[in-house]
């Protein structure tokens, strides 16, 4: 089995920061892309930024320049995390990440989700 675990939400105040961090483990052999999306109540969940294997990033317009996604695959770490920086009242969502994951004993990669963290920005 394998199994994503978040953390690191909560509350912030609007132009505060936020670390989230999410860590894989299970009979991992190998992680391709990982990646943050995120839910707002009402609207569909949407890609916040991904990371692939060679360290490519990519992110949504809305939070370029203020999103940071890194990975640490050494040691078998196989985390993932996402600075939060300048945070928006409208960055207020679930936030879930998911990771491109070849198990042991299986033939193709498969993407598997975190339970999501709760990120609220107010005053």
């Known amino acids: 089995q394998v199994q994503l675990v978040e953390s690191g939400g909560g509350l912030v105040q609007p132009g505060g920061s936020l670390r989230l961090s999410c860590a894989a483990s299970?009979?991992?052999?190998?992680?391709?892309?990982m990646g943050w999306y995120r839910q707002a109540p009402g609207k569909q969940r949407e890609l916040v930024a991904v990371?692939?294997?060679?360290?490519?990033?990519?992110?949504a317009d809305s939070v370029k320049g203020r999103f940071t996604i890194s990975r640490d695959s050494a040691n078998a770490k196989n985390t993932q995390y996402m600075q939060m920086n300048s945070l928006k009242p409208e960055d207020t969502a679930v936030y879930y990440c998911?990771?491109?994951?070849?198990?042991?004993?299986?033939?193709?990669?498969?993407?598997?989700w975190g339970q999501g963290t709760q990120v609220t920005v107010s005053s």
């Open positions: 990371i692939t294997r060679g360290d490519i990033t990519d992110y």
């Open positions: 998911t990771a491109s994951i070849l198990r042991a004993g299986v033939s193709n990669y498969v993407a598997y």
């Open positions: 299970g009979s991992i052999v190998s992680i391709n892309s």
